[in-house]
Structure formats: structure tokens, C-alpha cells
């Protein structure tokens, strides 16, 4: 059973930086195509893609509204990715998951490409 476990969230005021961590144990894949994704909900609206990373490949993708402030990297000895947020903004307030998969919908975008899902962290960005 693999468990993922978020840390690093936090309150910062608008324009600063934050980095958030998913750790996670259990068998871990060795497919081509596993994956490792952030999404983030927001009180009262559904959960949105933020960003993932394949973990042979290195390749990642964002969602438009982070794109160039948010990166997203991996530590394969230490089975973590992490997110890191810069020029954070008051909409970017969400609680933030990780999860993990394998690439089988037609985008990394996709939810139903992740199997397992972390309980989430808070970031609250004050304006």
C-alpha cells in the first residue's frame, strides 16, 4: 500500500514563496509512465490540477494559472516531490495533494490517472 504524506504549508502573505513536500512509502513503481501530481482545492469549488512530474523522464506539466511560478522536482533517493511556489497570490489559498499514478487518460491533467492521494496541507495566502 503506498502512502503519501504532505508537508510544508503554511500562511504567507501575497507575493512570497512556499515550498510543500509529499513523501512517499510503500512500493513504488518503476513504470515509464508513473506519475506524481499536485492538485489543490479551494473552499467551495472542485479540485484542480496544479502539476505533475514523470518520474523516469523528468517532464512536467502546469496549470495555466501557476505556469512560471510554480515548479514542481523530484528526489528519487528520498521518493518526495516537491512543489515550489513563488509569487503567491490570494486565489493560490487552496489545501494542496499530492498523488501518485500511472499515465493512462489522454492528459496528466486527468484525476483518474492517480491512485493514490496524500490527506492534503494547507496554504492560505493573505493579501
Known amino acids: 500500500q503506498v502512502r503519501l504524506v504532505e508537508s510544508g504549508g503554511g500562511l504567507v502573505q501575497a507575493g512570497g514563496s512556499l515550498r510543500v513536500s509529499c513523501a512517499a512509502s510503500?512500493?513504488?513503481?518503476?513504470?515509464?509512465?508513473?506519475?506524481r501530481g499536485w492538485f489543490r482545492q479551494a473552499p467551495g469549488k472542485e479540485r484542480e490540477f496544479v502539476a505533475a512530474i514523470r518520474w523516469i523522464t523528468l517532464s512536467t506539466t502546469y496549470a495555466d494559472s501557476v505556469k512560471g511560478r510554480f515548479t514542481i522536482s523530484r528526489d528519487n533517493a528520498k521518493n518526495t516531490v516537491y512543489l515550489q511556489m513563488n509569487g503567491l497570490k490570494p486565489e493560490d489559498t487552496a489545501v494542496y495533494f499530492c498523488?501518485?499514478?500511472?499515465?493512462?487518460?489522454?492528459?496528466?491533467?486527468?484525476?483518474?490517472?492517480?491512485?493514490?492521494w496524500g490527506q492534503g496541507t494547507q496554504v492560505t495566502v493573505s493579501s
Open positions: 510503500g512500493p513504488t513503481s518503476t513504470s515509464i509512465n508513473y506519475l
Open positions: 498523488a501518485a499514478g500511472v499515465i493512462r487518460r489522454a492528459t496528466w491533467r486527468d484525476p483518474l490517472n492517480y491512485d493514490y
